[in-house]
């Protein structure tokens, strides 16, 4: 098989292996930016604000001062409403840089490799969705990758 073409991904050109490690360097370029976003959007979430009308709601409780909670509920729900939303935005941003680095890479690829590239691909996250449901069903914890 020396010097044969396969047609999968093993047979990148140095045009293809240039192409992927740009696509790569700006990629992670854009993670990181999304990562500092998200990291500043949950330090929002248990700012000083928050913590303070947490602190009111749970004292109200005690105390049984339930048209004082629900007031001061709903100024914690309305806070947690807009803070919920920035979450959405970002979500979606990591969405769409998964669908353009998906994208990008098939159009580096030749069709076959592609086709490779894309089996690969759904065949990693199906043994990592399987290996996520034999840890949920034998109780540990799936954060040890």
């Known amino acids: 098989m020396q010097g044969l073409s396969t047609g999968d991904l093993a047979d990148l050109s140095q045009r293809q292996l240039a192409q992927v490690d740009q696509l790569q360097m700006r990629t992670i370029e854009q993670e990181k930016h999304i990562t500092h976003k998200m990291a500043k959007l949950q330090e929002t979430m248990a700012d000083t604000q928050m913590i303070e009308l947490s602190h009111v709601v749970t004292e109200m409780m005690r105390n049984n001062g339930h048209e004082e909670v629900d007031r001061h509920q709903n100024l914690v729900e309305s806070s ?26 098939t159009h580096i690829l030749t069709p076959i ?15 990592l ?10 109780g540990q914890r799936a954060d040890h990758l």
């Not at 920035?86 to 998964?98: I, K, P, S």
């Not at 490799?113 to 043994?127: D, G, P, T, W």
């Open 129 to 138: 969705h399987d290996w996520g449901k034999k840890k949920d069903a034998s």
């Open 80 to 105: 947690l409403a807009s803070k919920e939303k920035d979450l959405e935005v970002m979500l979606h941003r990591a969405d769409e840089l998964r669908l353009r680095t998906v994208k990008d890479m």
């Open 113 to 127: 490799q592609a086709a490779h590239f894309l089996i690969a691909a759904a065949e990693l996250h199906l043994r």
